[in-house]
């Protein structure tokens, strides 16, 4: 669980600065672009939090993974960062309207909306996943482009 915490750190800290390079000079508004990224970050920044969360849950229930000996449970523990997983995600289905609405706000003024919401549009992903309580999905090691290993002809 704290690599699923921690690789989702690493992608949401990864996806920042391509939102803070969206320029404002394509026809934006400086201040609605500026509301967009941090709407952006703050969703990033709770979706990694929560993950966080959940993994400490996970680990004071279970105990961590690969643990050699067993670990005896602290349900008050747990139960302390359920509810502060659980208020992270109360947040999470307002902001993630709130930065849709700044993105519709961002293309009725035309230039800008299209380039910002491809941008924006992980952080949305973010903010869904925790609101469904989906893990993100991990990346393959391996290239699904390739051929394959060569096969034995049939007779």
Same mark, same amino acid.
């Given at each position: 669980?704290?690599?699923?915490?921690?690789?989702?750190?690493?992608v949401?800290?990864?996806?920042?600065?391509?939102?803070?390079?969206?320029?404002?000079?394509?026809?934006?508004?400086?201040?609605?672009?500026?509301?967009?990224n941090?709407?952006?970050?703050?969703?990033?920044?709770? +979706?990694? /939090?929560?993950? &966080?969360?959940?993994a400490?849950? =996970?680990?004071?229930?279970? %105990?961590?993974?690969? *643990? @050699?000996?067993p670990?005896?449970?602290?349900?008050?523990?747990?139960?302390?960062?359920?509810?502060? +997983?659980? /208020?992270?995600? &109360?947040?999470?289905?307002?902001? =993630?309207?709130?930065?849709? %609405?700044?993105?519709? *706000? @961002?293309?009725?003024?035309?230039?800008?909306?299209?380039?910002?919401?491809?941008?924006?549009?992980?952080?949305?992903?973010?903010?869904?996943?925790?609101?469904?309580?989906?893990?993100?999905?991990?990346?393959?090691?391996?290239?699904?482009?390739?051929?394959?290993?060569?096969?034995?002809?049939?007779?």
């Amino acid at each position: 669980m704290k690599a699923i915490a921690l690789f989702c750190t690493v992608v949401l800290v990864a996806a920042r600065p391509a939102v803070a390079n969206a320029q404002s000079g394509n026809g934006c508004a400086p201040g609605l672009v500026k509301n967009i990224n941090d709407v952006a970050s703050l969703i990033d920044q709770n +979706a990694s /939090a929560y993950w &966080a969360h959940r993994a400490n849950f =996970v680990a004071l229930i279970f %105990g961590p993974p690969n *643990a @050699a000996m067993p670990v005896i449970p602290d349900p008050q523990a747990a139960e302390q960062e359920k509810s502060q +997983a659980d /208020a992270v995600k &109360a947040e999470m289905p307002d902001r =993630v309207t709130s930065l849709n %609405g700044l993105l519709r *706000a @961002a293309q009725a003024q035309g230039g800008c909306g299209a380039q910002l919401s491809t941008v924006v549009e992980p952080s949305i992903k973010h903010g869904k996943r925790v609101n469904f309580d989906q893990f993100p999905p991990e990346e393959s090691l391996e290239n699904p482009t390739d051929r394959g290993p060569p096969q034995m002809p049939k007779n």
